[in-house]
């Protein structure tokens, strides 16, 4: 079935550890997207990718990173993560930019 | 105004009842909108889109439309105790942002 996977499901690191999650996709979509998700609270996007074309939103802290080497996949590279990204993060694809969005599992993220 | 509005709940039904889940939004030019279920600690899972006035059915569910008014919904029959979740309801916003927005969710709890 085609499918959006991420790697690891849960991640502990230390405090400034740097950690790298992955995301890859056998739908062959062409945006893919990186979302932060902290409890009781939507889904906020970090960045997205639309082919090799990078966009940034503007709050998104300078600490995260990413990138897609291959349609296939993206990664999201967390350079001194604090005890404030912990949180659940959100691999999303869409075949273009106004269409459905659809979710990988998402990756637990703990930072002692 | 949030850009995307929902209860957060809980909306509690007993088993069998109609739910109805709202959402409103401020953007007019937004044509796409989508409704999401989220298992807690599990991601988001796309079970309705819908683009054009009037209602969209598909099995128990049926989302509601109307762009005038700025409101969009998700109605559940025959509700199931597996229903329980939170509904997040999002937005395409069509204008240079090309964001999809979400609503912080509204939780359901389906009462055996």
């Known amino acids: 079935d085609a499918m959006v996977i991420q790697n690891p499901r849960y991640q502990v690191t230390q405090f400034g550890k740097p950690v790298t999650l992955s995301c890859s996709q056998t739908?062959?979509?062409?945006?893919m997207y990186w979302y932060q998700q902290k409890s009781s609270q939507a889904p906020k996007l970090l960045f997205h990718?639309?082919?090799?074309?990078?966009?940034n939103e503007a709050d998104t802290p300078d600490n995260f990173q990413s990138r897609r080497p291959n349609t296939s996949f993206c990664f999201l590279d967390i350079r001194s993560p604090g005890l404030g990204d912990a949180a659940m993060y959100l691999c999303?694809?869409?075949?273009?930019?106004?269409?459905?969005?659809?979710f990988g599992p998402g990756t637990r993220l703990t930072v002692l | 105004q949030k850009e995307v509005e929902q209860n957060s709940g809980p909306l509690s039904v007993p088993e069998g009842a109609i739910a109805s889940l709202n959402c409103t939004y401020s953007?007019?030019?937004?044509?796409?909108f989508f409704w999401y279920r989220q298992y807690s600690g599990k991601s988001p899972e796309l079970i309705m889109s819908?683009?054009?006035?009037g209602d969209k059915e598909d099995g128990r569910f049926t989302a509601q439309l109307n762009k005038a008014s700025q409101y969009v919904s998700l109605l559940i029959r025959d509700s199931q105790p597996s229903d329980s979740a939170t509904y997040l309801c999002?937005?395409?916003?069509?204008?240079?942002?090309?964001?999809?927005?979400f609503g912080s969710g509204t939780r359901l709890l389906v009462r055996p």
């Open positions: 999303a694809t869409s075949t273009g930019l106004y269409n459905e969005q659809f």
């Open positions: 739908l062959n979509h062409n945006v």
């Open positions: 990718y639309y082919d090799k074309d990078f966009n």
């Open positions: 953007d007019r030019v937004s044509q796409s």
């Open positions: 819908i683009y054009s006035n």
């Open positions: 999002a937005v395409n916003l069509r204008d240079s942002s090309y964001k999809l927005i």
